[in-house]
C-alpha cells in the first residue's frame, strides 16, 4: 500500500491542498482550492486551512505539510509575502496542529518546490549544487547541495541595478512592463548569471506558471550552468510540502523511540542498582 501525507500550498489569493501519494509524487485525489481571506490574519487563514483539510477524509494520524511565503525557522515566520504582516513572529506549527487537530509541518514555499523538483522532478539523481528559482509575482529559491536543502536562501533579493533582482526580472513585471519575450530573457539572462557566477552550481532548475512557456525564453540564455524547466510546476507546493511532513513526521517519531529505549535504560540500570543495594 502506498505511502501518503497531506500538502497544503498557502499563497496570496489561493489556499490549495490535497493528499499526496508518496510513491509517485501525484495527487491522490483532486486538489481543492479556497480563496486565501483577507486580511489574511493567522486566525482567518488557521481557520480556512482548517476548512480545506475537513473536505478530505483524512486518517487522524496523517502528517500535513505546509507551504507559507516567508522565511520559516523551527517552525515560526520571520518575514510575511503576500500575507498579513501579523504573522511574523507567529508559530506557525503550533498554530495550525491546534486548530486542525493533524501534526503540521511548515516550509518555506520555494523550498516546498524545490524538494518536490528533487524528489520526483528536474533535479531527481543530481548531485552537487541545484538550484530552483520559481518566477512568478516575485522570485522564489530553493538551494541543495547533494540533495539536502540549504533553506531560505531567498535569491530573489540579490541586489541587481541597486534593488530586489525580482523588481527587475519576475513574471510578473514581464506582464506588467508588457516586455517581449526576448526583452525579458535578456533581464533573465542578467539574473542567472550572476547566480551561476555566485554559486557555480551543477543546474538550475525554473519553475512558477511561466515555465509552461520555457521554450519562449530559456533557449535565449547562455550560461556556464545547464538550465532546464520544472516539471511539477503548480502542484510542486503541494507535493513538496507533504514529502517534507512525511520525512519530519519520521524523523520526529525516530527521536521519540530513541528517547523512550534512552528511559527504558535508564530506568533498567537504576532498578538493577537497587537490587545491587538490597542485596
Do not use: C
Not at 524545490?114 to 538550484?131: D, L, N, P, Q, Y
Amino acid at each position: 500500500m502506498s505511502k501518503k501525507a497531506f500538502g497544503i500550498d498557502i499563497g496570496g489569493s489561493g489556499i490549495k491542498g490535497a493528499p499526496v501519494d508518496l510513491s509517485t509524487g501525484e495527487l491522490a485525489a483532486d486538489r481543492v482550492r479556497i480563496a486565501t481571506p483577507q486580511p489574511s490574519t493567522p486566525d482567518a487563514v488557521a481557520d480556512t486551512v482548517a476548512e480545506l483539510i475537513r473536505s478530505f477524509d483524512l486518517d487522524a494520524d496523517t502528517p500535513v505539510g505546509v507551504t507559507f511565503p516567508a522565511v520559516i525557522q523551527a517552525g515560526v515566520a520571520l518575514t510575511a509575502a503576500n500575507v498579513d504582516k501579523s504573522w511574523i513572529g507567529t508559530d506557525v506549527d503550533a498554530l495550525l496542529t491546534e486548530r486542525t487537530g493533524h501534526d503540521v509541518f511548515v516550509v518555506n514555499d520555494a523550498d516546498a518546490a524545490g524538494i518536490a523538483e528533487m524528489k520526483f522532478g528536474a533535479g531527481r539523481g543530481t548531485s552537487g549544487v541545484v538550484m530552483v528559482i520559481t518566477l512568478g509575482t516575485g522570485v522564489g529559491s530553493a538551494t541543495f547541495v547533494d540533495g539536502t536543502l540549504v533553506p531560505n536562501t531567498e535569491l530573489g533579493h540579490l541586489l541587481l541595478h541597486g534593488d530586489d533582482a525580482e523588481h527587475y526580472m519576475a513574471s510578473s513585471v514581464r506582464e506588467k512592463e508588457d516586455l517581449d519575450w526576448e526583452t525579458w530573457a535578456g533581464r533573465l539572462q542578467e539574473y542567472f548569471a550572476h547566480v551561476d557566477f555566485l554559486f557555480s552550481p551543477t543546474r538550475i532548475i525554473v519553475g512558477g506558471g511561466v515555465s509552461k512557456k520555457h521554450q519562449k525564453f530559456l533557449p535565449l540564455l547562455d550560461l556556464n550552468t545547464e538550465i532546464v524547466p520544472a516539471k511539477l510546476r503548480n502542484e510542486a507546493g503541494i507535493v513538496g510540502a507533504a514529502v517534507m511532513a512525511h520525512r519530519e513526521e519520521k524523523a520526529l517519531q525516530k527521536a521519540e523511540r530513541k528517547s523512550a529505549e534512552k528511559a527504558e535504560k535508564k530506568a533498567s540500570k537504576k532498578e538493577q542498582a537497587e537490587r545491587g543495594a538490597a542485596k
